[in-house]
């Protein structure tokens, strides 16, 4: 068994980072592209490597020599490479493909090592690695049949996205019979390049041999093994996550992404809040049939974006603005209170970020739970309170019965209360305990609400979120600080057909508070955690073992793909002992437990 390693690009898309070196010089994480495959194969035996140079090709050279901890590397220089594509430079490799068994890669990749030892080991003579196919995914897929024959090679141009989940992506990596190569593809290989020039690309060949009645050509499906293809300078930053081997670095770097996360296969979030059972699929559907028109054309401006979130609510449109999410609302009401808040800590960042630190009171209930005599208590020190309801990260719930208590409290004191209900419609109770209506909003003129539909509505990549209040002063202020086009045509679409669903979305809402209630059973059977009660789609939880948060949410994220919030520092968090984790669907939440057993045991 031999290696070939097609690496004569530019890698244009790099910029920068391939300006004076090729493309599989590029470091990730202070190891470059070239290494990790060397690596790798020689990890598992491989006694020779080809190298198909070009661009620079006199640093990769250099650094590689003729020999990598004990084999052979060998080089073969397409010096046309800026005039030609890899069928050119696999076809200068001929030679060597004709003398032996043959792992075939791309120097792009980025790939766990065991990737090569699962291929090496599997009794099959000739395969394609694949994977199925995902939305971050780009280049060639294949169809493969039930005997895990390749039977397709499908193009860019003919991708069809109505198939794509038959499709898998070709990782770049191959594994190569010698009889395959004499027989079929070489021979192949040469008539193609003849027949279509230089400028094309090895998997046509591929593609062609896969239309035979004799076809070799086998799928090996991975199941879980990370990989990445580099192209751009955006793949280099997600590779680098990835692929951190220090578990501390790459917990540090997930949380400064603060999304984003369907570009890392498998990761299962469980620190963003959302709904997981909303929007349903006859939504989406509505949504994906005028996917054309609301990319194409512009959305309305901010007084339409009202009209529609009144509509929604039943509030009057001059009573609520529309926000690019709640985080940009909250900002607005930087500009809007006058004299101090009080902020309940810990506290959505969002709030006290927005706000000056001379004007915030900082409030700490005792166990993280507290009642309508703490806040009665708290308005007493402040002219402004915040109050979080449910909270977040707590999960403590103020009953609406007490909220009104409050809110008559600090009307009668010429006080501002600043509501946010966003997980509200979480509540065992349901949105009765809301105070969003038309009624409350024009009995209290000291109200604020505010609302995340991103959030429960499960909607976060449209980002929206809302602000109702009858203080006319304070609403004039806060939109000032709003854009006319603040909301895309998406949200806007969203919130014109929202209430056809109000059915669908009131079921969401209650399979989630029955989850909730299966997953605090379950978390806390685990005997890891102390499980604060919440009416919200998450838990505050402490742990009650000698491990740290942060070191499980880096264990958790390292070694199981699962990301929670570790929340150690976090202004009101006495201590490393606590976290905040998301409800998801069951399964999701069944692998949660299962992984957490499977921690515990190694703690014991």
């Known amino acids: 068994m ?190 193609y390049s003849t027949a279509m020039g230089k400028n094309e690309y090895y998997e046509q060949v591929l593609r062609v041999i896969t239309t035979l009645e004799k076809n070799e050509l086998k799928a090996f499906c991975l199941s879980g093994q990370k990989w990445y293809e580099i192209d751009d300078a955006q793949d280099r930053d997600i590779a680098e996550v990835m692929f951190c081997d220090d578990s501390d670095e790459k917990l540090s770097r997930m949380s400064k992404r603060f999304g984003g996360y369907w570009r890392f296969p498998g990761m299962l979030d469980y620190c963003y809040l959302v709904n997981p059972y909303f929007p349903t699929p006859v939504m989406l559907n509505e949504m994906k049939s005028s996917f054309h028109d609301l990319i194409s054309e512009y959305p309305s401006g ?108 600090m009307k009668d004191t010429g006080k501002t209360l600043v509501l946010d209900e966003s997980f509200i419609d979480f509540c065992s109770l349901g949105a009765s305990e809301s105070l969003f209506s038309q009624d409350v909003i024009d009995s209290y003129p000291n109200l604020v609400l505010i609302k995340s539909i991103s959030k429960s509505y499960g909607v976060p990549g449209i980002r929206l979120g809302v602000l109702a209040s009858s203080n006319s002063t304070l609403i004039k202020k806060a939109r000032k600080s709003l854009s006319i086009w ?61 491990i740290t948060a942060r070191a499980l949410a880096k264990t958790l994220l390292a070694d199981h793909n699962i990301f929670i919030k570790d929340l150690t520092g976090k202004k009101g968090i006495d201590g490393t002992s606590w976290v905040r984790i998301a409800v998801r669907n069951g399964s999701d939440n069944d692998r949660f437990i299962s992984t957490i057993n499977t921690i515990k045991g190694t703690i014991e």
């Not at 590397?73 to 696999?90: A, F, G, M, R």
């Open 2 to 191: 031999q290696a070939v390693i097609l690496a004569a690009g530019m890698g244009n898309r790099l910029g920068k980072y391939t300006k004076n070196n090729t493309k599989c010089m590029l470091e990730i994480n202070g190891t470059t592209l070239i290494e990790r495959d060397l690596d790798a194969l020689a990890a598992n035996g491989i006694p020779r490597c080809v190298i198909v140079v070009g661009y620079q090709k006199q640093n990769l050279i250099d650094f590689v020599g003729t020999n990598y901890k004990g084999m052979e590397i060998v080089y073969v220089s397409n010096d046309v490479y800026d005039k030609t594509n890899n069928i050119y430079s696999l076809w200068l490799a001929k030679d060597w493909l004709l003398k032996d068994d043959t792992i075939l890669l791309e120097s792009d990749l980025i790939f766990e090592n065991r990737i090569i030892s699962d291929l090496l080991h599997d009794p099959e003579p000739t395969l394609a690695v694949v994977d199925l196919y995902q939305s971050w995914m780009d280049g060639t897929v294949v169809q493969v049949n039930n005997q895990k024959v390749i039977t397709n090679f499908i193009p860019k141009k003919f991708f069809d996205y109505q198939e794509r989940h038959t499709y898998y992506k070709t990782v770049n990596i191959y594994k190569f019979s010698r009889e395959f190569l004499v027989e079929s593809y070489v021979p192949f290989l040469e008539a």
């Open 302 to 409: 901010l007084n339409v974006q009202n009209l529609l979130a009144g509509k929604m609510f039943s509030i009057d449109e001059e009573q609520i603005l529309t926000g690019n999410g709640a985080a940009e609302l909250i900002r607005s009401l930087d500009a809007s209170l006058k004299g101090s808040v009080g902020v309940v800590y810990p506290s959505f960042n969002e709030y006290p970020e927005s706000l000056p630190s001379h004007q915030i009171v900082p409030l700490f209930p005792a166990d993280m739970q507290y009642g309508l005599s703490e806040l009665l208590r708290w308005t007493e020190q402040c002219d402004n309170l915040l109050l979080i309801n449910p909270d977040n990260p707590s999960g403590n719930f103020i009953p609406k019965n007490d909220v009104i208590r409050l809110l008559d409290k």
């Open 486 to 546: 603040n909301i895309n045509s998406f949200g806007e679409f969203f919130l014109q057909i929202i209430g056809k669903y109000r059915k669908d979305y009131a079921l969401a809402c209650s399979q989630i508070i029955g989850e909730r209630e299966r997953f605090k059973i379950l978390l806390e059977k685990t005997g890891l955690f102390k499980v604060y009660p919440s009416q919200a789609n998450y838990f505050l939880c402490k742990l009650t073992m000698p």
